[in-house]
């Protein structure tokens, strides 16, 4: 009973310390994706020239956190016509370059952890665009558009299709400070949350448990950490390893990387394990159902060759920068509640969640909750809700089937 105690006091204390980072970034991100349309997108992602990609990325960066949500979306695009590498660019940023994964990376594991992931990131993506125009072949890029065309369900299809940004004109400001606005950041900031809650604790319980239970010396022989050299080398290619068969995806594999970076895995390996929550079993099944088993065993083999080159970059660049931390600074949070400048902030943000949640469930967020799991043809049907001052807009929209049913 003491150990699960111990093992519960961590996870408390880890949800404790990053409580008000989730909040801030998830409303920022809420605040782009509700003057940023969906409709947009598809345009913008028709080829896999640099131009292209560098888009596609940025257009994730301002997308879903939630891994599955955005493997979900990736197909959506692909469905309506966007190039398969950008559709797999815009997966991974928005996965892997937004706001709230480089703060909650920043607060508990530091800085050059969150600019870490911001270089890997981009590195990532040029690594697959390259394996992609080498390796993919016409006849398997065919078979996977024939499988996802089948609009076989995988998980969050409700929540890839819906759009829920601001459909009136005017500037960003104009758009964003109307009360369509605020009931949009609403709606995007609850669905975010709803989308990834379930990773996000399950990350936190393994990550303390882990932390609790699996003794140092473990982690230090598994990835050589006495070794200089062989740390290196190993951390990337192990990493992504070790996030596969974790099952957590998105932020909720932050937590379990400050446990393994305290046990000693490598400065790179730490980089490749988070970006690998695309690669998590659960979503290796999604891919098989989305593009076929052959799509996806290249995905899996193109996707962890891209993670490990992009660790072995960013252990090289950083450390030829001596911008890599000291391992002896790292440290699981377990103080619990205390106050201080996190308890402060915690309390500011938590008041705003309130705010945005009474928002959401005054403007139809009820049924936006019950249609999550959708299947990827239903949004044809929209999901509208009603504003005070009684303008009808749309909180559903599907990005897209251009072909109907399947």
Request: with cysteine; proline share 3%.
């Amino acid at each position: 009973m003491h150990a699960i105690l111990h093992a519960l006091s961590i996870t408390g204390s880890m949800t404790w310390e990053i409580t008000w980072a989730l909040i801030l970034g998830f409303a920022l991100s809420a605040v782009v994706q509700a003057v940023v349309r969906r409709s947009t997108i598809v345009s913008l992602l028709g080829d896999d020239r640099p131009k292209t990609l560098a888009v596609s990325a940025g257009l994730g960066m301002a997308s879903s956190s939630c891994s599955y949500a955005a493997v979900a979306l990736a197909r959506s695009l692909f469905r309506k016509g966007a190039n398969f590498t950008a559709a797999m660019a815009f997966e991974i940023a928005s996965t892997n370059l937004v706001v709230e994964l480089g703060v909650i990376l920043a607060l508990l594991m530091g800085w050059q952890f969150t600019l870490a992931e911001f270089v890997g990131g981009p590195v990532m993506i040029v690594v697959l665009a390259v394996l992609f125009r080498l390796l993919l072949r016409e006849r398997l890029l065919h078979q996977a558009r024939e499988q996802a065309e089948r609009g076989v369900a995988g998980s969050m299809e409700g929540h890839a299709a819906m759009d829920m940004s601001v459909q009136r004109q005017g500037s960003f400001a104009r758009r964003l400070l109307s009360r369509e606005g605020f009931t949009s950041t609403a709606h995007v900031f609850v669905m975010e949350w709803a989308a990834i809650l379930r990773d996000l604790v399950i990350g936190l319980l393994i990550a303390g448990a882990i932390a609790a239970w699996v003794p140092d010396a473990f982690w230090r022989h598994f990835f050589f950490s006495g070794h200089p050299l062989a740390s290196k080398v190993w951390g990337p290619l192990v990493g992504p390893l070790v996030a596969i068969a974790s099952f957590v995806c998105s932020i909720g594999n932050v937590p379990l990387a400050v446990v393994l970076w305290k046990g000693g895995i490598s400065f790179g390996g730490v980089v490749a394990f988070i970006f690998a929550d695309l690669l998590i079993l659960p979503i290796l099944n999604i891919y098989r159902k989305y593009y076929g088993a052959r799509m996806a065993l290249f995905l899996l083999g193109t996707f962890y060759a891209a993670m490990v080159v992009a660790g072995y970059v960013v252990e090289l660049v950083f450390g030829g920068l001596g911008l890599i931390p000291d391992l002896a600074a790292a440290k699981v949070p377990m103080q619990g509640v205390t106050w201080n400048y996190t308890s402060v902030l915690n309390i500011a943000f938590l008041a705003l969640a309130a705010v945005l949640l009474w928002r959401f469930f005054r403007t139809g967020g009820t049924a936006m909750l019950r249609m999550m799991g959708g299947s990827p043809d239903a949004g044809h049907h929209q999901a509208g809700h009603t504003h005070e001052n009684g303008q009808r807009s749309s909180a559903g929209g599907h990005v897209g089937n251009r072909h109907g049913h399947h």
